[in-house]
Every structure is written in structure tokens, then in C-alpha cells.
């Protein structure tokens, strides 16, 4: 099942590069976004569909429901939470200026990136919670916290000018004035220069650890089993770049679902401190994880945003 996994994440992932490198510098058209868009998730649900019938005849079929119900929460969940990734992605490229025919090669990579960083921070975590079991519960109060924090502040809107990376790289890294094309660098005078686009690489790579701390936590609430774990969160993962183009031109509309998603954080964060006490179904979990986001979703279309000032 593993070798099966990393082989399909290898296939996917040169699919993309070579339709990428096909493309070249074009801009990615909503439509063309839906459907890769739909391609993943309906690859998400093709291999839950396969775990299923592998682990019904493996281990019965109360296992095979048990583990796929947790691979689509999980993958719901991770979906969910990285709309939150997808909306920072947007206030970089606007930040920095960057066309849209030179957002989707930073993406691939920051995809990437953060397909790489969740497998050793989900290595790490089943390591921990396997080793020591109390580590569940700094986990529940993180995510708790975090979530309180994210509903606190959910109208506000990061100040990239206080970024202490994006302040570091400007005092320190020599930056072009503008963009050469899908270069992160050229070669003037001998000396290496890096171009906006580097330091937009650069802040999603960071954008990704922050997350990526948020969200992997949230994953083990569900399951600990490791596999279910990085399965599900690969998947969630490696629709992103398809989704941003998707959400790039609504964004205003959603302007509730951060409310969504940090009670989605602080549901899973109790859930996690009560595992010992009381444990909440998973086809529970899943359906307050469609309610919460579906409602913020419902919501952000009702009631209209206040206009700015």
C-alpha cells in the first residue's frame, strides 16, 4: 500500500510538470482550473474507493469502512484548512505584483514543498503520539488555542511589511526590480540576483510550515494510523495549485469561512482532549466538519462583506 501510494504521487506529480512546462507561461483559466480541480477530488474519492475493497478482503469489512470513513475526514479536513493557505497564496501574488501567467510554477513548487515538510512532520507526529500519548493532548489544547486565536483575529488582515523573512531577504539578498520571466534568480556581473519571485517562493515555503502545524495536528485527531494520516493530506495537497486558480477570483465571496474553519480547528482541538474520556465518532467528526464549513460558506454568501473604511 505504501509503494503503491509514493508510485501514484510520483505519476501525479510528473503529470503536472510535464503539463506545466507543455503550457509555459500562460495564464490558467477558471474552467481549466475546475477541471483539474474535479480531477483530484475525484481521485480522492477512486482511492478511497481502493482502500476500501483492498482492506475488505485484507481485514474485513468493519475495518475497510472504519479506515476509509477516516481517510475522507481527514481529507476533508486538510481540504478545508488549506483554503486558509490558498487565501494567504492570493495575498502574496497580489502583494508582490505577480502576473498570472508567473503564479503557476511558484505554486508547483511550493505544492512541492509542502508535500515534502507534511511527510516528515507526520513521520515525526506518529513517532511522538506512538512514543508518548500525553503529547495528544498538547496537540487538542494547540489547536484549541489556535483556533480561539483565528476567530479572535479573523477579520484582520496580515501586514506583510512587518514580516520579519520578507524584512531579512530585502536587507540582505540582492533583489531585481522586477521579473525576468519564471526565473527565482539571474546572474548579473557574476553575481547571483534574486528576482520577486524568489522571495514569493520563499514566503509560501513559510506559509507552509505555519500550516502545515496547524493542520497535522488536526489529522491525528482523527486517526493515528500513519498511513490514513499522510494519505489523506497528500491528497489534500496535491490539489492545491488547481483550487487556488479556482478560488483566486472569489475570494471576497468567502468572507466568513476563516470563522468556519477556526471553529473547525477548535472542534477538532476538544475532540483531541477528550479521546481518553469520550470518544466522538468519526461519521460524527465528519458531519461537523461539513456543517461548520458549510454554513461559513452559506453565510459568506448571505450576508455581503462591510465595505472597506
Known amino acids: 500500500m505504501w509503494a503503491g501510494f509514493f508510485a501514484f504521487v510520483i505519476v501525479a506529480t510528473a503529470v503536472d510538470l510535464k503539463v506545466l512546462s507543455a503550457r509555459g507561461e500562460t495564464r490558467v483559466s477558471v474552467k481549466e482550473a475546475l477541471g483539474w480541480t474535479a480531477v483530484w477530488v475525484a481521485l480522492s474519492f477512486v482511492f478511497a474507493g481502493w482502500l476500501w475493497w483492498h482492506l475488505a478482503g485484507a481485514a474485513g469489512p468493519e475495518i475497510a469502512r472504519e479506515k476509509t470513513l477516516e481517510f475522507l475526514t481527514g481529507y476533508l479536513i486538510e481540504k478545508s484548512l488549506s483554503v486558509d493557505n490558498i487565501f494567504v497564496f492570493l495575498m502574496l501574488f497580489t502583494y508582490f505584483a505577480v502576473p498570472p501567467e508567473l503564479q503557476r510554477r511558484t505554486l508547483v513548487y511550493g505544492v512541492f514543498g509542502a508535500i515534502a515538510l507534511r511527510i516528515v512532520m507526520i513521520l515525526i507526529g506518529a513517532w ?96 493515528d494510523d500513519p498511513f490514513i494520516v499522510l494519505t489523506s493530506n497528500i491528497f489534500a495537497v496535491l490539489g492545491l495549485r488547481a483550487l487556488y486558480f479556482v478560488l483566486a477570483d472569489m475570494a471576497d465571496r468567502f468572507h466568513l469561512l476563516s470563522y468556519g474553519l477556526a471553529l473547525v480547528l477548535m472542534f477538532i482541538g476538544v475532540k483531541m482532549l477528550l479521546i481518553d474520556f469520550f470518544k466522538i465518532p468519526v461519521f460524527l467528526a465528519l458531519g ?17 462583506p462591510k465595505p472597506a473604511g
Open 128 to 223: 511522538l503520539i506512538a512514543k508518548f500519548h500525553w503529547i495528544i493532548y498538547v496537540f487538542g489544547l494547540f489547536l484549541l488555542v489556535t483556533g480561539a486565536k483565528m476567530l479572535f483575529f479573523a477579520g484582520d488582515k496580515p501586514d506583510l511589511e512587518k514580516n520579519p523573512a520578507l524584512h531579512w531577504m530585502r536587507g540582505h539578498l540582492p533583489v531585481t526590480q522586477g521579473f525576468d520571466g519564471e526565473r527565482f534568480w539571474v546572474l548579473r556581473d557574476g553575481i547571483r540576483t534574486y528576482t520577486p519571485l524568489f522571495m514569493v517562493l520563499v514566503m509560501i515555503a513559510i506559509t507552509d510550515i505555519v500550516f502545515a502545524v496547524d493542520s497535522i495536528p488536526a489529522i491525528f485527531a482523527i486517526t
Open 288 to 304: 461537523v466538519v461539513v456543517a461548520l464549513i458549510a454554513a461559513s460558506i452559506a453565510a459568506s454568501l448571505i450576508l455581503r
